[in-house]
Nanobody, 121 residues
Framework: QVQLVESGGGLVQPGGSLRLSCAASGSFFSIRDMGWYRQAPGAQRELVAVITTGGSTNYADSRKGRFAISRDNAKNTVYLRMNSLRPEDTAVYYC???????????????WGQGTQVTVSS
């Protein structure tokens, strides 16, 4: 059973920083893209950033320059460093990973349980 476990959320003041982590655990063959999405109250889930196995990244325009995604393939972990946080960044942040369970299988999309990030003074 594959699990994605997020950590690092919390309450931060405007202008502050947070670092989210998401580790994949369980039995699987390989991980392809890993990424972060977020969902604010009353809004749809939206892309924050994605990173490939080779380290290529893609960011939603509004997060470029403030957020940085990285990953440690040896630890099956993806990180999101968030700087200059704004109240509008308040949301539940979800980790996503494309994971193949067996050598002959196909990649499936897995989600973490979400971690709350609240930006408020």
């Amino acid at each position: 059973q594959v699990q994605l476990v997020e950590s690092g959320g919390g309450l931060v003041q405007p202008g502050g920083s947070l670092r989210l982590s998401c580790a994949a655990s369980g039995s699987f063959f390989s991980i392809r893209d890993m990424g972060w999405y977020r969902q604010a109250p009353g809004a749809q889930r939206e892309l924050v950033a994605v990173i490939t196995t080779g380290g290529s990244t893609n960011y939603a325009d509004s997060r470029k320059g403030r957020f940085a995604i990285s990953r440690d393939n040896a630890k099956n972990t993806v990180y999101l460093r968030m700087n200059s946080l704004r109240p509008e960044d308040t949301a539940v942040y979800y980790c996503n990973a494309q994971i193949k369970n067996a050598a002959g299988g196909s990649y499936g999309s897995y989600w973490g349980q979400g971690t709350q990030v609240t930006v408020s003074s």
